[in-house]
């Protein structure tokens, strides 16, 4: 089930909310757990009843290592254990996300004939894999305590943060869930979760949604691309994929909000970041955040010389773009970044202090570290979003052709952006000439509006920081409708592939 839908706006989500609410109003609590969890599990359930299988088996597998932790005091069993969790959790990960794409590389190194399996991917597999993952490490490190059944299903499963995040930690989730007090209406909460929703909605329906039309018929079409339509598709995806991925961050904020729970920031405006560094404190937090606390300090993190932190850096964004699917474009595209932050721990450029006792040898201003940053990600965005590694490479060299043949032309007249059929008619007949001013004028209003968009206080700072005001409201609700009358055109997350 799609957040973006008729079915979630008008059906679901106000089952959720009433049943939430009128149960805790009747003093019936527990219920209410298990009310809130079996409606996260339709949720998932919706896209494919036979994910609910992979789930419900991957949470209680994880639950029974829980309640070994519990029950035993023995090292040895405790490890063997945690043994067991690691390898059944990377071990489901693998199967279902890697093992086509580790077949096809064994095939073509060895010259084999494995047979692929064409597994379907489930849905979240990748979040809810690293949450109950995190989950029993800390049980192991006797740092999580032991919950109900029903109350580690709800945490594992609470559908707004359920198939993309943000990645949720127990001891940020469970003390809110636990929370009595909290589970009453609160009109204040609702009203800010419902503005972070028309947020989150109209970055994705308005914003990101039609920023696809031009990406992927420039991607289906790279082979025809010259420089700057190359450049204006790579810089479309960069907004887009950030439209989409923290517009379905904010829905879920807002989502559980509404609910009175408070989910962690997952993007803090990273294009605002002047280094790679900084960008990944803002991009992605919660990814960031696991893979620091689980990857990173495992392995020594900075303490053990500088050489030995570098190398680290790399294990962790080689991991990253592996995590984030089975090809190596997203392997490239995480070797591209973790080549960016490991330029940033050489401290050799720099355009401000970077929160370090340690200045870098060259500083340049702000504005253009901000740029030069956000220049460097739009080329790892090149890998990325390709399907393949050669369609990767025709973009990066149709980028550096410094070519012009006219196909930005070609390239905004195909998009086929609705919102501009009726304009596009009425020139046609009045002037049909100047039919190419519409694309011009598209490109301009829709680039202008991405980097305002940008540039401006992010969700959380107009909505969790501030008191909402009438005015926002207003806002608000002309996204939200806006949005819903959109749905005719309903697409999902890009984060759902991952």
């Known amino acids: ?87 059944f959790n990377l071990g489901l990960l693998f199967y279902y996300k890697y093992y086509d794409f580790f077949i096809d ?35 192991y490190k006797r740092k999580a305590k032991h919950y109900s059944f029903v109350d580690y299903m709800t945490f594992v499963t609470f559908f707004p943060q359920l198939v993309a995040g943000p990645i949720v930690l127990y001891d940020e989730m469970m003390p809110q869930f636990e929370d009595l007090d909290g589970r009453r209406f609160n009109v204040d909460s609702f009203a800010k979760g419902y503005l972070l929703f028309a947020i989150g909605i109209a970055k994705k329906v308005l914003l990101a949604d039609t920023l696809a039309y031009i990406v992927n018929y420039g991607y289906d079409n790279s082979i025809f691309l010259d420089s700057l339509s190359t450049y204006i598709v790579a810089l479309f995806y960069t907004f887009e994929l950030y439209f989409d991925f923290s517009g379905y961050s904010d829905m879920a904020m807002g989502l559980a909000k509404m609910l009175n729970i408070d989910l962690p920031q997952n993007f803090n405006s990273p294009y605002k970041a002047c280094n790679m560094k900084e960008f990944w404190r803002r991009w992605h937090i919660t990814l960031t955040r696991f893979f620091t606390n689980y990857v990173y300090i495992p392995l020594g993190g900075n303490r053990k010389g500088t050489s030995r932190k570098l190398l680290n850096v790399f294990v962790v964004f080689f991991l990253s773009g592996l995590w984030h699917g089975a090809n190596w474009t997203f392997v490239v595209w995480g070797i591209m970044n973790g080549i960016g932050v490991i330029w940033d721990n050489l401290y050799l450029l720099g355009a401000k202090n970077d929160e370090s006792a340690r200045c870098p040898k060259i500083m340049i201003p702000a504005l253009l570290g901000q740029i030069l940053t956000f220049h460097y990600y739009l080329l790892s965005m090149l890998a990325f979003r390709a399907d393949n590694l050669s369609i990767s490479i025709t973009m990066f060299k149709k980028l550096f052709s410094f070519t012009y043949t006219g196909s930005i032309k070609r390239l905004f007249e195909y998009a086929d952006i609705p919102e501009n059929y009726i304009f596009r008619q009425a020139l046609s007949i009045v002037r049909p000439q100047y039919s190419w001013i519409i694309e011009l004028l598209t490109i301009i209003i829709l680039i202008a509006i991405c980097i305002i968009v940008i540039t401006r206080k992010n969700a959380k700072e107009i909505v969790l920081d501030n008191e909402p005001t009438k005015r926002t409201f207003v806002w608000a609700t002309v996204l939200l409708f806006l949005s819903v009358i959109s749905f005719s055109q309903v697409s999902t997350f890009i984060y759902f592939n991952f």
């Open 1 to 87: 089930m799609l957040f973006n839908s008729y079915i979630f706006i008008f059906i679901f989500l106000p089952i959720v909310l009433a049943g939430w609410y009128g149960l805790n109003k009747a003093g019936a609590h527990k219920l209410a757990m298990l009310f809130l969890s079996i409606m996260s599990l339709c949720f998932y359930g919706y896209f494919n009843p036979i994910y609910l299988l992979i789930i419900i088996g991957s949470i209680i597998v994880n639950y029974s290592l829980s309640l070994l932790f519990q029950y035993t005091a023995s090292r040895m069993s405790n490890l063997f254990g945690l043994l067991i969790g690691v390898f």
């Open 105 to 139: 590389n064994i095939n073509h190194i060895f010259n084999s004939s494995f047979a692929f399996k064409n597994i379907l991917l489930p849905l979240g597999i990748s979040f809810f894999t690293f949450q109950q993952l995190s989950y029993i490490v800390d049980r």
